[in-house]
């Protein structure tokens, strides 16, 4: 892995010096990927199947604030943002392509952290950087990751296929992203204030790591096929429950009652927000950032999913002219409203 821990400019390699500095370090290790990086494109080989491809942006100051995330953090957390996509359609993430801009703020110190990163989420889920970019760049720090994966076709689920009856669940627990954010703003609002002041996160390593470091739910995929289960539709949660429930029952013309109290949300997100004066069933709808996966199955398929922990089920599908609802705990119903995250609010 890197090593050299001085401080050297990028001018010093120029962007192919830099990009072969990069690949230097790839390991390939999926059959699918034929040729990787170092050529004018990869060749990929997917025998038969569907491919899925899936791109997302992070741009600084938008999508993460560097004054208290690690760039080895943000490299992984880039990578696990863009496999999530591609286990939200129930299917296998195998390669990614990674693009860059930066400023020469950065030295290659720096971006070799960051890329160390991406290495580490690769590895974990048996992933290949087979290509990308770098530019210059006036406005921070730009990521730009391409995943690419597959599935057979009959396998592959859509937001838009949601039948009347279906059961609505969600995998992990939801709003500890949201809540590691507002604990991380609120530390660097101190810090700025006073810089002798140390960051108080005792106690909640678990919220600051879900907004720093989130997983993908691969796991979920392949318990899913275990099981038997085919989703009837499915989503990954990234701006916040409402939203992502909304989109499957606006994309399949369908109604629904979600009920507050199955809401999964662990303890330490629960008493944070409350610390915050927030509700946590607000960050839980609106916050977003978790990757959870949410997902519809048939009630036949109840049986298999009920005992496992990790899995939810947290309401069910109506017909359209029914509305989208939340019951509340004390059984008043609400129309279900999305919230969550606006690139252009």
Known sequence: ?????????????????????????????????????????????????????????????????????????????????????????????????????????????????????????CKKYNVDIVGGDTSSSKQGLVISVTSIGYANEDDITYRNTAQEGDLICVSGDLGAAYMGLQLLEREKRVFLENPNIQPDLEGKDYIVE?????????????????????????????????????????????????????????PMTYDTARQFNLDPTVCALSGGEDYELLFTIKQADYDKIKNNPDISVIGHITESSAGMNLVSKSGNVHPLKAQGWNSFA
């Open 1 to 121: 892995m890197f090593e050299n821990k001085d401080r050297t400019d990028i001018s010093n390699l120029g962007e192919f010096g830099l990009i072969d500095h990069l690949i230097r370090n790839i390991e390939l290790s999926n059959p699918s990927t034929n040729k990787g990086p170092g050529d004018d494109a990869a060749v990929l080989d997917f025998s038969g199947k569907k491919t899925l491809i899936s791109t997302d942006l992070l741009l600084d100051g938008i999508h993460f604030d560097l004054s208290y995330t690690p760039l080895k953090h943000l490299g992984y957390k880039a990578i696990q943002v863009n496999l999530s996509d591609i286990y939200a359609m129930n299917g296998t993430a195998s390669q990614v392509t990674v693009s860059l801009g930066l400023s020469s703020k950065f030295p290659i110190e720096a971006v070799e952290e960051l890329y160390e990163g991406m290495l580490i989420a």
């Open 210 to 266: 879900r907004q720093l470091k989130p997983e993908a739910r691969k796991d979920i995929v392949e318990l899913l096929r275990s099981a038997g289960i085919r989703p009837t539709s499915m989503i990954d949660v990234s701006d916040g429950l409402s939203s992502e429930v909304i989109h499957i029952c606006t994309n399949s013309d369908k109604g629904c009652n979600l009920f507050e109290e199955k809401i999964p949300i662990d």
